[in-house]
Protein backbone atom coordinates (compact mmCIF):
# COMPACT_ATOMS: atom_id res chain seq x y z
CA UNK A 1 0.00 0.00 0.00
CA UNK A 2 1.37 3.48 -0.77
CA UNK A 3 2.11 5.90 1.80
CA UNK A 4 -0.17 8.64 0.34
CA UNK A 5 -3.34 7.84 -1.67
CA UNK A 6 -5.45 9.62 -4.26
CA UNK A 7 -8.82 9.59 -5.01
CA UNK A 8 -10.39 9.25 -7.97
CA UNK A 9 -7.72 8.73 -10.62
CA UNK A 10 -8.99 10.11 -13.48
CA UNK A 11 -12.08 12.47 -13.14
CA UNK A 12 -13.84 14.51 -16.01
CA UNK A 13 -16.40 17.40 -14.91
CA UNK A 14 -18.48 19.61 -16.80
CA UNK A 15 -17.69 23.25 -16.98
CA UNK A 16 -19.51 24.82 -13.44
CA UNK A 17 -19.21 21.85 -11.95
CA UNK A 18 -18.08 21.39 -7.89
CA UNK A 19 -15.14 19.16 -8.15
CA UNK A 20 -13.52 17.25 -4.99
CA UNK A 21 -10.36 15.32 -5.38
CA UNK A 22 -8.90 13.13 -1.78
CA UNK A 23 -6.19 12.40 -0.30
CA UNK A 24 -5.32 9.44 2.32
CA UNK A 25 -1.67 9.52 3.88
CA UNK A 26 -0.89 6.54 6.40
CA UNK A 27 2.49 8.18 7.73
CA UNK A 28 3.25 11.35 10.25
CA UNK A 29 3.09 14.52 8.41
CA UNK A 30 4.46 17.97 8.82
CA UNK A 31 2.42 19.40 5.84
CA UNK A 32 0.35 18.46 3.50
CA UNK A 33 1.06 20.07 0.00
CA UNK A 34 -1.66 20.26 -3.41
CA UNK A 35 0.42 20.79 -6.57
CA UNK A 36 -1.17 21.14 -10.12
CA UNK A 37 0.68 19.89 -13.07
CA UNK A 38 -0.21 21.08 -16.10
CA UNK A 39 -0.11 19.11 -19.60
CA UNK A 40 3.53 21.20 -20.47
CA UNK A 41 4.95 19.60 -17.02
CA UNK A 42 5.26 22.61 -14.94
CA UNK A 43 4.60 21.72 -11.52
CA UNK A 44 2.57 24.82 -9.18
CA UNK A 45 2.32 24.46 -5.50
CA UNK A 46 -1.19 25.28 -4.24
CA UNK A 47 -1.31 24.86 -0.86
CA UNK A 48 0.28 23.87 1.91
CA UNK A 49 -1.76 22.98 5.00
CA UNK A 50 -0.49 21.66 9.06
CA UNK A 51 -4.29 22.25 9.24
CA UNK A 52 -7.64 23.16 9.02
CA UNK A 53 -8.47 25.12 5.69
CA UNK A 54 -7.16 27.04 3.28
CA UNK A 55 -9.13 29.19 0.42
CA UNK A 56 -7.30 30.95 -2.72
CA UNK A 57 -9.81 31.46 -5.41
CA UNK A 58 -12.32 29.17 -6.44
CA UNK A 59 -9.75 26.42 -4.50
CA UNK A 60 -10.54 25.32 -1.21
CA UNK A 61 -8.20 22.92 0.76
CA UNK A 62 -8.89 21.05 3.84
CA UNK A 63 -6.57 18.69 6.33
CA UNK A 64 -8.18 16.07 8.74
CA UNK A 65 -4.61 15.29 11.20
CA UNK A 66 -6.57 12.83 12.94
CA UNK A 67 -7.88 11.60 10.14
CA UNK A 68 -5.02 11.46 8.08
CA UNK A 69 -7.05 12.41 4.96
CA UNK A 70 -7.06 15.66 3.29
CA UNK A 71 -9.56 17.52 0.47
CA UNK A 72 -8.87 19.98 -2.39
CA UNK A 73 -12.36 21.60 -3.46
CA UNK A 74 -13.31 23.71 -6.93
CA UNK A 75 -15.95 25.66 -6.98
CA UNK A 76 -17.39 26.83 -10.16
CA UNK A 77 -14.92 24.39 -12.57
CA UNK A 78 -13.25 25.84 -15.73
CA UNK A 79 -11.70 24.14 -18.87
CA UNK A 80 -8.27 26.12 -17.52
CA UNK A 81 -8.74 23.83 -14.60
CA UNK A 82 -7.97 20.84 -16.52
CA UNK A 83 -4.58 19.51 -15.30
CA UNK A 84 -3.31 16.93 -13.10
CA UNK A 85 -3.33 17.71 -8.80
CA UNK A 86 -0.83 15.64 -6.42
CA UNK A 87 -0.89 15.67 -3.10
CA UNK A 88 2.05 15.43 -1.46
CA UNK A 89 2.86 14.63 2.58
CA UNK A 90 5.95 16.25 4.50
CA UNK A 91 8.06 14.01 6.51
CA UNK A 92 8.40 15.35 10.34
CA UNK A 93 11.96 16.33 9.52
CA UNK A 94 9.62 18.54 7.13
CA UNK A 95 12.55 17.18 4.27
CA UNK A 96 11.01 15.51 2.15
CA UNK A 97 8.13 14.53 -0.12
CA UNK A 98 5.98 12.00 -0.52
CA UNK A 99 3.82 12.24 -3.40
CA UNK A 100 0.43 10.50 -4.14
CA UNK A 101 -0.39 8.91 -7.96
CA UNK A 102 -2.04 12.30 -9.17
CA UNK A 103 -5.54 12.62 -10.14
CA UNK A 104 -6.20 13.71 -13.90
CA UNK A 105 -9.11 16.81 -14.11
CA UNK A 106 -9.93 17.32 -17.18
CA UNK A 107 -13.47 19.84 -17.35
CA UNK A 108 -15.37 20.17 -20.63
CA UNK A 109 -16.86 22.98 -21.76
CA UNK B 1 7.12 31.71 -13.32
CA UNK B 2 8.12 30.84 -9.62
CA UNK B 3 11.92 31.81 -10.02
CA UNK B 4 13.49 28.30 -9.86
CA UNK B 5 15.39 27.97 -13.30
CA UNK B 6 16.24 24.77 -14.79
CA UNK B 7 18.70 24.13 -17.86
CA UNK B 8 18.32 22.26 -20.44
CA UNK B 9 14.74 21.82 -21.00
CA UNK B 10 14.79 19.16 -23.32
CA UNK B 11 17.97 16.35 -23.35
CA UNK B 12 18.43 13.02 -25.73
CA UNK B 13 21.71 11.29 -24.51
CA UNK B 14 22.42 7.32 -25.53
CA UNK B 15 22.90 4.90 -22.62
CA UNK B 16 26.04 4.55 -21.00
CA UNK B 17 26.55 8.52 -21.01
CA UNK B 18 26.62 11.31 -18.28
CA UNK B 19 24.49 14.03 -18.28
CA UNK B 20 24.38 17.11 -16.31
CA UNK B 21 21.55 19.02 -15.09
CA UNK B 22 21.18 22.44 -13.61
CA UNK B 23 19.09 24.51 -11.09
CA UNK B 24 19.18 27.80 -10.16
CA UNK B 25 17.08 28.66 -6.96
CA UNK B 26 14.83 31.61 -6.60
CA UNK B 27 16.72 34.48 -4.95
CA UNK B 28 17.13 33.97 -1.01
CA UNK B 29 16.31 30.56 -1.18
CA UNK B 30 18.56 28.32 0.59
CA UNK B 31 17.22 24.92 0.39
CA UNK B 32 17.44 22.80 -3.23
CA UNK B 33 15.89 19.87 -4.03
CA UNK B 34 15.46 17.25 -6.91
CA UNK B 35 12.50 14.76 -8.02
CA UNK B 36 11.84 12.75 -10.65
CA UNK B 37 8.92 12.15 -12.40
CA UNK B 38 8.79 8.49 -14.36
CA UNK B 39 5.70 7.19 -16.42
CA UNK B 40 6.30 3.74 -14.09
CA UNK B 41 6.53 5.22 -10.71
CA UNK B 42 4.91 9.05 -10.63
CA UNK B 43 7.56 11.74 -8.63
CA UNK B 44 9.48 10.79 -6.35
CA UNK B 45 12.06 12.80 -3.93
CA UNK B 46 16.04 12.51 -4.67
CA UNK B 47 17.67 14.69 -2.66
CA UNK B 48 17.73 17.87 -0.37
CA UNK B 49 20.67 20.45 0.34
CA UNK B 50 20.75 23.11 2.09
CA UNK B 51 23.23 26.28 1.96
CA UNK B 52 25.21 23.95 0.23
CA UNK B 53 25.18 21.01 2.41
CA UNK B 54 23.10 17.33 1.76
CA UNK B 55 20.26 17.51 4.07
CA UNK B 56 18.46 14.51 2.86
CA UNK B 57 17.96 11.46 0.50
CA UNK B 58 15.53 9.58 -0.97
CA UNK B 59 15.15 7.17 -3.78
CA UNK B 60 18.41 8.35 -5.58
CA UNK B 61 20.79 5.63 -7.33
CA UNK B 62 24.45 5.64 -7.04
CA UNK B 63 24.72 6.54 -10.43
CA UNK B 64 23.20 9.77 -9.67
CA UNK B 65 24.96 12.56 -7.83
CA UNK B 66 24.14 15.89 -6.67
CA UNK B 67 25.95 19.23 -5.16
CA UNK B 68 24.87 22.71 -4.51
CA UNK B 69 27.39 25.72 -5.26
CA UNK B 70 28.46 28.28 -3.05
CA UNK B 71 26.21 30.67 -4.92
CA UNK B 72 23.51 28.03 -4.52
CA UNK B 73 22.67 26.99 -7.73
CA UNK B 74 23.10 22.89 -7.87
CA UNK B 75 24.00 20.24 -10.12
CA UNK B 76 22.31 16.93 -10.61
CA UNK B 77 24.91 14.47 -12.28
CA UNK B 78 23.16 11.25 -13.33
CA UNK B 79 25.94 8.51 -14.79
CA UNK B 80 26.24 5.04 -16.89
CA UNK B 81 22.75 6.22 -17.69
CA UNK B 82 20.26 3.43 -18.75
CA UNK B 83 16.65 3.62 -20.90
CA UNK B 84 14.93 3.46 -17.65
CA UNK B 85 16.48 6.96 -16.93
CA UNK B 86 14.07 8.68 -18.53
CA UNK B 87 12.03 10.65 -17.10
CA UNK B 88 11.22 14.64 -16.01
CA UNK B 89 13.65 16.15 -13.69
CA UNK B 90 12.53 18.71 -11.22
CA UNK B 91 14.29 21.20 -8.90
CA UNK B 92 12.85 22.60 -6.52
CA UNK B 93 13.29 25.26 -4.15
CA UNK B 94 12.33 27.22 -0.56
CA UNK B 95 13.91 29.46 1.65
CA UNK B 96 14.66 27.04 4.70
CA UNK B 97 14.70 23.26 5.38
CA UNK B 98 11.07 22.79 6.60
CA UNK B 99 7.63 24.28 6.84
CA UNK B 100 7.82 26.14 3.71
CA UNK B 101 6.19 26.64 0.46
CA UNK B 102 8.38 24.75 -2.06
CA UNK B 103 8.67 26.18 -5.76
CA UNK B 104 9.18 24.28 -8.64
CA UNK B 105 10.86 24.53 -11.82
CA UNK B 106 9.42 23.66 -15.22
CA UNK B 107 11.81 20.16 -15.55
CA UNK B 108 14.36 18.61 -17.54
CA UNK B 109 13.39 16.36 -20.22
CA UNK B 110 16.07 13.56 -20.30
CA UNK B 111 15.40 10.45 -22.86
CA UNK B 112 17.64 8.49 -23.24
CA UNK B 113 17.66 6.26 -26.24
Known amino acids: KNEVEQSPQNLTAQEGEFITINCSYS?????LHWLQQHPGGGIVSLFM???GKKKHGRLIATINIQEKHSSLHITASHPRDSAVYIC???????????FGGGTRLMVKP | DSGVTQTPKHLITATGQRVTLRCSPR?????VYWYQQSLDQGLQFLIQ???????AKGNILERFSAQQFPDLHSELNLSSLELGDSALYFC????????????FGEGSWLTVV
Open chain 2, 92 to 103: ASSIGTAGNTIY
Open chain 1, 27 to 31: VGISA
Open chain 1, 49 to 51: LSS
Open chain 1, 88 to 98: AVRNNAGNMLT
Open chain 2, 27 to 31: SGDLS
Open chain 2, 49 to 55: YYNGEER
